[in-house]
């Protein structure tokens, strides 16, 4: 199909990366740029199929339809060649694609504006255009093979790693992250892992990976909410502790623990959490009643008062 090029389309000076894990299978895509909502553009994945990056003068399209071409059996170099080919703007197009096995390919447009280049590794691909210099994407590789832990913060630091020796020649905009699972569950809503994206910021990087750290920590919530229903308390209060230590001024995560307290019959413990809690914002105190009937809190009336005395 060709694809007519239009010079209108957005110039997304971009730093990039997609990669997975090997460990968990997971899939990500990560972006910053001196643009406004890259993460509405440049980043498209699929569980079980891979992740794409589609920047510079970029052809939106690229997302969709590299998903589907993954989705017949090519490859990513098959999916690049195919996108590009029949692209009038090839010429100013960068796009990066991977896919489930770890299989990557990417291509820089010899009218991509300097610096502008990328690599296509094993199980990872970073590129950068308008930058300014060329030292850009080789940083991105460096950061990514060398940082531990999880898929996210491996790409993120690949993100840092871009800024830190120069990044986009225009500076800093917006940023975004998405992780997808490796073999889809056939439900979308739980085959996307993260999805964050920082519209419009002074130091978009710096606010993602602040994001990324909040949802850690909500991640550990809710990892103790499932403890709860299968009665392992004991899991189910490291994981909220977990939680509480990564944002120990968070009031909600301290509220709901010690809901989860009380209506495992561990009121004592509970108490404190509430009495720090309804100093620091009265609020929480109002809302405390109404959970009880909604039989959301457990408890007596002759509790639910010694709650509230706190």
Not at 151 to 163: G, I, K, N
Not at 171 to 179: C, D, L
Request: charged residues 25%.
């Amino acid at each position: 199909m060709s694809q007519v090029f239009d010079k209108s389309s957005p110039l997304v000076s971009t730093y990039s990366i997609v990669a997975l894990d090997t460990v968990t299978g997971e899939m990500g895509v990560a972006v910053q740029s001196h643009w406004f909502n890259v993460g509405a553009i440049v980043g498209w994945g699929e569980a079980g199929v891979g992740v794409i990056a589609t920047q510079s003068f970029v052809n939106v399209s690229f997302g969709i339809r590299g998903l589907e071409l993954l989705k017949q059996g090519k490859s990513p170099k098959e999916v690049v060649d195919e996108l590009i080919a029949g692209d009038e703007g090839r010429d100013f197009r960068q796009l990066a694609v991977l896919d489930a096995k770890g299989r990557t390919a990417s291509y820089t447009g010899k009218k991509c504006i300097d610096g502008a280049g990328n690599i296509a590794g094993e199980n990872y691909s970073v590129q950068a255009n308008l930058m300014l210099n060329t030292q850009v994407w080789g940083a991105m590789e460096k950061a990514f093979l060398e940082t531990e832990g999880p898929l996210a913060e491996r790409m993120v630091a690949s993100l840092e790693a871009a800024q830190d020796v120069g990044g986009d020649i225009r500076g800093m905009q917006s940023a975004s992250i998405m992780t997808f699972r490796g073999i889809s569950t056939g439900e979308q809503w739980k085959d996307r892992l993260i999805d964050l994206r920082v519209e419009d910021h002074a130091n978009p990087v710096a606010e993602l990976k602040r994001l990324l750290k909040v949802q850690r920590a909500y991640d550990h919530m809710n990892a103790g909410d499932l403890a709860v229903e299968k009665s392992d308390m004991s899991l189910a209060m490291d994981e909220y502790k977990a939680a509480m230590q990564m944002f120990p001024d968070n009031l909600e995560m301290k509220y709901w623990t010690a809901v989860t307290l009380v209506n495992n019959k561990r009121l004592d413990e509970a108490m404190p959490l509430f009495k720090e809690v309804f100093e620091k914002d009265k609020n929480w105190h109002e809302l405390t009643p109404r959970l009880r009937r909604s039989d959301l809190l457990n408890v007596s009336k002759e509790d639910l008062e010694r709650i509230m005395s706190q």
